[in-house]
């Protein structure tokens, strides 16, 4: 098995651990809102609207990536894993209630699989230096 493949093979993995992480903190936030503590301009729609705009931005950074498309693929996966990442800025907001351990749990299992991303983003680029390798054909 070639490196290229298994790098993107790596990169698959940590891209579903952060749909599946960031699917499943965002529709509990939705449903659970009121219990998660948050600026008031958050809003169940809002929310839903955040990860279903960026699912797609997601994938199409791993499949840019996949295609040798480096650089657009980073920044395309960089703004993805903002959605991950940015979680745990629940707790920069007073808390109305005490959180579950559920709504815990699934804050830093998001911002785990956003950080992820990012080290792997890290490596690729500043490490691996997959960007100057000549983009795979078609």
């Known amino acids: 098995m070639n490196r290229s493949f298994q790098h993107q093979q790596t990169l698959l993995a940590i891209v579903i651990f952060n749909l599946v992480s960031t699917w499943l903190h965002y529709s509990d936030n939705a449903i659970f809102l009121n219990q998660y503590p948050g600026p008031e301009w958050f809003t169940s729609i809002g929310v839903w609207a955040t990860v279903i705009v960026m699912t797609p931005i997601g994938l199409c950074g791993y499949w840019l990536y996949s295609k040798g498309s ?64 000549n983009k795979v054909k078609n």
């Open 70 to 133: 480096f650089l657009i693929s980073y920044l395309f996966l960089g703004a993805y894993s903002i959605t991950s990442v940015s979680s745990p800025g629940h707790y920069l907001y007073p808390m109305i209630m005490p959180m579950s351990l559920k709504m815990h749990g699934l804050i830093w299992l998001d911002a785990l699989s956003g950080l992820s991303l990012i080290v792997f983003l890290l490596w690729s680029s500043a490490i691996a230096q997959e960007w100057r390798r």
